[in-house]
């Protein structure tokens, strides 16, 4: 191979790079979350924030793919969607963890990766002829989901406290996560399969991506049967700008780039705690 091919190969952003920027983008989208209260934040700060999740979703996707070893890299993202999960049910089960105006965040991202990563599973096992096995993993989040629903209501909410009914239903959301109940539910989880299953076509996987963002920005106005405006379009409705997310997908040289695989773990959980307990402390002063 000549230096000048592996220059050429190296043009455009790795793994890593796509990832830092995420981290950036979703660092504002979260400032605007957090502290939106206080009026000063920009809307802005969400529009660029839309990119975020694409992106994470676009690398999470690649990880599995490449990873050598994809049961660690499932318990990993596993251990970390219990803890949030159980962080998340407590501080709003307890009312002395939660903000001034009742504000609790719903951040947990881990979780839909988990269902997204059982479900990829299941597309593997379908390409390897195994249907019934694959069809069933895909299913399978949805299934418990709705079990784990109708045994809750029969067996254990008739015959406990409501506090002692949170706090099973706390232990056993954190472990099996309900594919509509995660952040981003359905829409996320499409995103992802879209991204997954067009992953060997860039062409076809960055067509149909565009599209599908587009389709859900014009069908969600219409199920909540409200018409679609220029600026409901920067105020309400602006997901479609995750569409803008193709950028980076697109200048993606196939590399992983540096490997620091523990500073996503780290810096996702750690923001969101730290700007929880930033924004409790100002909402505190303020009011």
């Not at 002395?96 to 839909?112: H, K, L, W, Y």
Request: proline share 4%; charged share 15%.
């Amino acid at each position: 191979m000549t230096l000048e091919n592996s220059t050429k190969e190296a043009k455009g952003f790795t793994g890593f790079q796509i990832k830092l920027l995420a981290l950036i983008f979703m660092l504002l989208d979260h400032i605007h979350y957090f502290f939106e209260f206080t009026g000063k934040i920009p809307v802005a700060f969400s529009w660029i924030g839309r990119l975020a999740g694409e992106m994470f979703l676009f690398t999470m996707i690649e990880g599995y793919i490449h990873t050598s070893n994809r049961k660690k890299y499932f318990k990993r993202i596993y251990l970390m969607s219990i803890f949030m999960s159980l962080v998340k049910y407590i501080i709003q089960f307890y009312q002395p963890f939660q903000r001034g105006d009742g504000f609790c965040p719903e951040n947990g991202i881990f979780s839909t990766f988990v269902i997204l990563i059982i479900i990829f599973k299941g597309i593997d096992y379908i390409k390897e002829k195994k249907i019934f096995k694959g069809i069933g993993l895909i299913l399978s989040p949805f299934i418990i989901s709705y079990a784990i629903a109708i045994v809750f209501q029969l067996l254990i909410l008739p015959f406990t406290s409501i506090d002692t009914a949170n706090i099973i239903y706390i232990i056993i959301t954190s472990f099996l996560p309900h594919p509509f109940m995660v952040e981003g539910g359905i829409y996320v989880i499409l995103t992802g399969l879209i991204l997954y299953i067009f992953h060997e076509n860039r062409k076809l996987q960055f067509i149909s991506f565009g599209i599908f963002i587009l389709a859900w920005m014009i069908g969600m106005p219409l199920v909540y049967i409200r018409p679609i405006s220029l600026k409901l379009m920067f105020t309400d409705y602006y997901e479609w700008m995750a569409i803008f997310a193709l950028i980076p997908m697109f200048l993606y040289n196939g590399e992983k780039g540096k490997s620091m695989k523990k500073l996503f773990y780290i810096f996702y959980p750690a923001h969101v705690y730290i700007l929880y307990g930033l924004s409790i402390l100002l909402y505190s002063l303020r009011y």
